[in-house]
């Protein structure tokens, strides 16, 4: 495994990251979740992505990892890095949403106890939720690095201004922000222009989700949706209507320029994001062991000609 400086921290962190956002819910199989931990941290990779909402059912996700932790992972804590956030809908009521320093703090408390971990090695608000003011939510932060529940913080997914706003707050607090999480890959290219280069001239560290558009940008979906796909099933966020004819072209003559590399689409996929030298790491999301040595291929071959560039770039814009 190859591992990056994240940002201005002396923390290097692994270039693909394993995301428990999908496949680590209640509703999966735990012998599967197992395995892919395991799997993943014998490969090198350290850094796991964790939320309070992940599941589903909402929390179950940390529940698992917390269990697998304790069972086959407790002696190597200190060879991991854990993450963990919190701002979008977890519990009912006002106060299990948002960014308020009520609804940060006290999910931090839980995640703590789902997980079975004393602290985690850095916590994001997960979401700029349009009504916290951005100082509220990252003195939640501050504090609980002060309270020795996180060592680092982190934001993902805020707009550009709260973006640099944070990153103010954060510096003059003297606790900068580490990671700066942003949807990233072929079909979706909103981050590249503004937030991943603030982040990196800020001196944050990026890690980028979602490099494989939810399974698009595999070729899975070439001959209608599998029935195990996540556009097959009632929990996924990947809907049926977001596998139109258009991605599905696109993705078949990617897949065809990925095999002229030597590369699968899905490992030419990942090496698309990792090219930008912006990017620390990247969470890939997978539904077996399999998947994540398939995954780990892609860094054979992260290098681009100007040509290759072009050409993804022309094969989005023509099947938009």
Known sequence: MEYRQCGKSGVLLPRLSLGLWHNFGDVDDYGNARDMLLTAFDQGICHFDLANNYGPSPGSAETTFGKILKQDLATHRDEMFISSKAAHRMWSGVYGDGGSRKNLIASCDQSLRRTGLDYFDVFYCHRYDGVTPVEESMQALVDLVHQGKALYVGISKFPYEEQMQAYDYLQKAHVPCLLSQYRC???????????????????????????????????????????????????????????????????????????????????????????????????IGTSSPRHILQNIKALENTEFSEEELSRIDEIVAGNE
Do not use: H
Not at 223 to 246: C, H, M, W, Y
């Open 185 to 283: 890959n072929i079909f979706d290219q909103k981050a590249k222009k503004m937030n991943i280069p603030l982040a990196a001239n800020s001196g944050s560290g990026v890690i980028c989700f979602s490099p494989l558009a939810q399974g698009l940008l595999t070729g899975k979906y070439s001959n209608g949706i599998p029935a195990d796909s996540r556009a097959a099933k009632e929990t996924g966020f990947l809907q049926k209507s977001e596998v139109t004819p258009e991605c599905v072209e696109a993705a078949r003559q990617l897949a065809a320029m990925a095999a002229e590399r030597g590369q699968s689409l899905a490992e030419m996929a990942l090496a698309w994001v990792l090219n930008d030298p912006d990017v620390t790491s990247l969470i």
